[in-house]
């Protein structure tokens, strides 16, 4: 019987994992990596306050304040008060 891996049998997994090796080593320059836009993290607090942390990537700092501010206007109209100020 094959060995499996989470499911899936160990010659399967070590072809998926060439292709992809294969794949990266045809990137000129390294990886290619995935970083989200916006990604937001809403803390509840002891006394059920909310509070929240925005992190907004992009190279254009007017684009990237303006989501910014939208994004904590309509977290304040929604929870309250709130944001961790940094």
């Known amino acids: ?7 899936i049998e ?5 072809s998926r994992l ?3 090796e294969d794949k990266m080593n045809s990137l000129e ?3 290619l990596v995935h970083v989200p836009e916006v990604s937001v993290k ?7 306050n909310y509070g929240w942390e ?3 990537n ?6 990237v304040m303006r989501k910014l501010k939208t994004i904590d206007n309509n977290l304040r109209i929604i929870y309250g008060g ?5």
């Open 1 to 7: 019987m094959a060995k499996m891996i989470a499911g």
């Open 10 to 14: 160990d010659r399967v997994l070590v």
């Open 18 to 20: 060439k292709k992809l």
């Open 29 to 31: 320059g390294g990886f």
């Open 42 to 48: 809403l803390i509840k607090g002891q006394r059920g």
């Open 54 to 56: 925005i992190k907004v």
């Open 58 to 63: 992009g190279d254009e700092i007017d684009s």
């Open 82 to 86: 709130g944001g961790s100020e940094q």
